[in-house]
């Protein structure tokens, strides 16, 4: 490939046009005003070409960036460049189009050096509300169309020349439980005002053109490179499936079923298979199973670079029309949040094939419910939003990380936090023991979070998964416990809630979520001896998980190792695993 640019310049381009879209999450989070955005990081950046293709982004989800790629040129359809001017910022969180649920709003500002369209600064943010049956627009039971779960927008102008348009905000205002929506948005155009004037600063200094060959040459650049990472792996055709529980209270599973070839230097994504699209809050549009695919894919390819068009153009995600991970409109979607590790964990199970010294076993998933109700302390509306997250899967050589969000990067949102802003108390979070996979590499171990509502009455909308079937574990690796929901655990009043189901909470309730852990790699037996017993040490597995998955033997006093009961239970070929 011919370069068309000096070096040092492209270097430095490259490097602007990466640190335009950070700096446009740090805006975001400094002026965002929902726990979601500013503490979750339920938000994406990135800055995309004149054409429509992605240069660069930030280190964010990849739900909201893999279909971010595929969202722009969409959006352009309806407002081309010559329908555009300085300071416009169109928005779009159809489905079909977008993330996959309406919480999730597209913002596309168009960057402009005089009359000159550079290209584009985009964010996504998951909005806090979105309006429809619950609060947080995230409701899986009793949901049959896409219609009721909130307000959609196709490709709309929300800010014309630098201003609100009016009449859009009064409608938004009349649609949202909270104001914090606005808020938000308004940080969205903020962040993409950063975006904007970084670009143009690139352009000011080495000039429009050399701008638009570097972009080129990014792209480029970045097939050449994916195509022969791809080439490095396995060639041949893998097939995997897991299943999710199910789409609600007393429904059936939902079969998730992917082929993945491998060959020429390109990965093809086959859904075929998988179960036909449910009527509940839970299907996966296209855009949103092509970006988890694709997130697959670049994990065991080029983790460490940044993803852009180039990058999608060697990877292709195909599903049945009206199959569950591409459903026909209007099929509802609100809660598709979970799917995303299960897209992710099936495409990764199918790569074990084509790369197993790269792949993880399952992570231990999490939960992602909403609580919303009327304040005591203000009259207002409140929606209290929550991301547990559990453990990683193991990985090669290494064990899963606990409370660490997999296969997107959100952040916990502070119990100091949550409780200023909602009237919740946070009574626990803590590590599970004994729900990590076993293994020679441990998976993550499960997460519990218990909150008590302070108000006199809440609705929570829960939405979690895993609790029918166990995170996988690999090459012998043993599976993570499962996760469960508990309403006043220990007390006369004890219930197990459903992973998606929808309660009314009373005054002093307190729940209780629990994630599943995550799985192991490798066989249990031959993990080293010292590291279990640090486990146990550490209250990540038991004295008596210990001896019965690990044929460990450690004192439950002195957390010594009983050398010769180890050995006779491990037997003369798991020695060297001992450490003796």
Known sequence: MATTIDPVTFSVIW???????????????????????????????????????MVSQGDYSPGHLGSMAFAVKRMLQDYPASDLAPGDAIICNDPGIGSGHLPDVYMMTPVFQSRRLLGFAVNIAHQIDIGGAGAGSQTIAGIQENFQEGIRFLP?????????????????????RVPEVLGDMRAQYNANMTGAARMRALAETYGADTLAAAMRELIERSEAEMRVAIGKLRPGTYTFEDR??????????VLARVTVTVAGGHVHVDWAGSGPQREAGMNSYLNYTAAYSIAAVKSVTLPDRPQNEGVHRTVTVVAPEGSFFNPRRPAPCGGRAVVSHRIYEVVMGALAGAAPERVIAATAHFYNPNIGGTDPNTGRAFICWESIIGGIGARAEKDGIEATSSPWNGTN???????????????????????????RARGGCGLRKD??????EGMLDNLGDRNVFA??????????????????????REERLHSKGRYRLRQ???????????????????REAERVRRDVRDGLVSVVAARRDYGVVVDPVSFTIDAAATAALRGPARLRATGD
């Open 508 to 526: 002093g309730d307190l729940v209780s979520w629990r994630t599943s852990g995550a799985g192991g790699r490798g066989e249990a037996r031959e």
């Open 471 to 492: 995170p996988y574990g690999l090459f012998g690796g043993g599976a993570g416990a499962m996760g469960e929901t508990l309403l006043n655990p220990g007390t006369e």
């Open 413 to 439: 949102v502070p119990v100091e936090i949550q409780e200023s802003r909602n009237p919740v108390l946070i009574e626990r979070v803590a590590l599970i023991q004994d729900s990590a996979g076993p293994g």
């Open 15 to 53: 490097g602007g046009l990466l640190s335009a879209a950070a700096e446009m999450g740090v805006t975001m989070t400094r002026t965002a005003y929902s726990v979601a955005v500013r503490e979750g990081s339920d938000f994406s950046t990135g800055m995309f070409d004149a054409e429509g293709n």
């Open 244 to 253: 999710l529980d199910d789409v609600g209270p007393g429904t059936e599973p």
């Open 156 to 176: 709309t102008r929300l800010f014309h020349k630098g201003e609100p348009v009016r009449d859009m905000v009064r409608m938004i205002e009349a649609n949202v």
């Open 451 to 456: 909150l008590r509502l302070l108000a006199p």
